[in-house]
């Protein structure tokens, strides 16, 4: 990783349009990027806030984010007709971890410690629920401590990499005005992103991605969630789109939420509606939404097998440096896909038994532990590693092993001395 350099200079480079860098992440130029480097020192956790991580590439237009906040603040959703678009993420602008006022961070005037954002002025049962789109490497404070959860929505880094076109065309949008360099910036060519063979190709040429490069952000999240399972989770955004339900509770659960739950119970309603809209793009929901991922991880492949051999090799660079042993059975179905360029990542099985799994749902398969089942891929039960001590059993020899020492213990006992119990 690059080292973590932060400069208020506005960059229009590869894209034509203006942003700014912290080190290798892009972030949209209306940020001051100095307070990004003062995170690690003022800012962390506390014991009932919940920091949601987004991929860059899904921020323009993510359909679910206000459910995700309702959920992790424990608040009801608002009510509204199911025709009324959901708010976008700008709506949320004051809940974005680096938009949000650096006085917020620092000690007050009286002299009480600085932890986060400003206190709550009294007890409360919701923590603070924020979001970013920065990755675990500017992240120091919040990856080491010990309090709050950190919930990171993730996808196939392809996919992420491929709707980044449509994150770049928003900040155009946005941030351009609020900085007022439309006229001088703005109208630069942004041909780049939307053209998909010269979009991939500017993106791994670039010296730095929005919101850090999607397959080292997601390996350095995997990592950090297999050093803090119980505060760091993976969420896949294929899980809501199959099975909103199951993937809820799965959140539900490592939020310490448990059913019967009136706000999860809401959500979760609110979610299967919304399915049919689509969760995380505008058009097209349910199953054709599903088949749009995969469909844009296939076109990911198809493009970047025309580009330069230069190219394919920056990206088979990165590739090789995804974890590929990490107990997360996602991640290893993900980086065996990488390698092979294949979408395999994405199978109806896949998803639904680690959803299962997460939501602690599932029911485990007592073959596979001993490399006997016999459906494999197509098995109805979970064949999570963690289950294998459930149907571990000694092997004939090691029983009676056991047995004999067991009936020694019993009966070739040396007697004791005379007048001491036995």
């Not at 959901?86 to 974005?96: E, G, I, N, R, Y």
């Not at 969630?225 to 799965?250: Q, Y």
């Not at 059993?393 to 009936?407: H, V």
Request: with cysteine.
């Amino acid at each position: 990783m690059e080292s973590d350099v932060a400069s208020e200079t506005v960059y229009v480079e590869p894209f034509g349009i203006p942003h700014k860098r912290v080190g290798n992440v892009a972030v949209p130029p209306a940020i001051d990027t100095s307070s990004i480097l003062n995170l690690p020192g003022n800012f962390r956790l506390e014991e009932d806030d919940v920091l949601i991580s987004l991929p860059g590439g899904l921020i323009a237009e993510i359909q679910i984010l206000e459910l995700l906040f309702n959920l992790c603040e424990k608040q009801l959703p608002v009510e509204r007709d199911i025709s009324e678009a959901p708010p976008m993420f700008c709506s949320f602008s004051a809940k974005m971890l680096e938009r949000a006022n650096r006085k917020c961070w620092t000690a007050s005037s009286s002299g009480h410690e600085a932890s986060g954002f400003a206190k709550r002025k009294a007890p409360s049962t919701r923590g603070r629920c924020l979001s970013t789109i920065l990755p675990p490497w500017l992240l120091p404070e919040v990856i080491q401590g010990d309090q709050g959860k950190v919930v990171v929505i993730t996808s196939d880094p392809r996919y992420l990499l491929m709707r980044q076109s449509q994150t770049w065309a928003l900040i155009k949008k946005c941030d351009t005005r609020e900085l007022g360099v439309e006229c001088a910036i703005g109208t630069e060519d942004t041909s780049l992103v939307h053209d998909g063979a010269s979009f991939i190709q500017a993106y791994l040429e670039s010296a730095a991605q929005f919101g850090g490069e999607e397959l080292q952000k997601l390996a350095c999240w995997a990592e950090e969630e297999s050093r803090s399972p119980e505060r760091i989770k993976l969420f896949f955004i294929e899980d809501f789109i199959i099975d909103p339900e199951m993937a809820i509770t799965s959140l539900s659960r490592f939020l310490g939420i448990l059913a019967p739950d009136v706000v999860q119970a809401k959500v979760m309603q609110r979610m299967a509606l919304q399915k049919d809209r689509g969760l995380f793009r505008s058009q097209g929901g349910g199953d054709n939404e599903l088949e749009h991922l995969h469909a844009v991880v296939r076109q990911f492949e198809e493009l970047l097998a025309k580009l330069p051999e230069g190219v394919q090799d920056l990206w088979s660079k990165k590739v090789s440096k995804f974890p590929t042993s990490l107990p997360h059975p996602r991640i290893s179905w993900l980086a065996l896909s990488l390698q092979e360029h294949s979408s395999s990542s994405f199978s109806l099985r896949a998803p639904s038994q680690s959803m299962s799994h997460s939501a602690g749902l599932c029911r485990p398969c007592s073959y596979a532990p001993r490399g006997a089942c016999r459906d494999a891929e197509n098995c109805r039960f979970c064949h999570d590693e963690s289950h294998r001590y459930l149907f571990r059993r000694d092997s004939k020899k090691e029983r009676m092993r056991k047995k004999r020492q067991k009936e020694r213990q019993l009966f070739d006992r040396t007697p004791s001395p005379e007048g001491l119990s036995s």
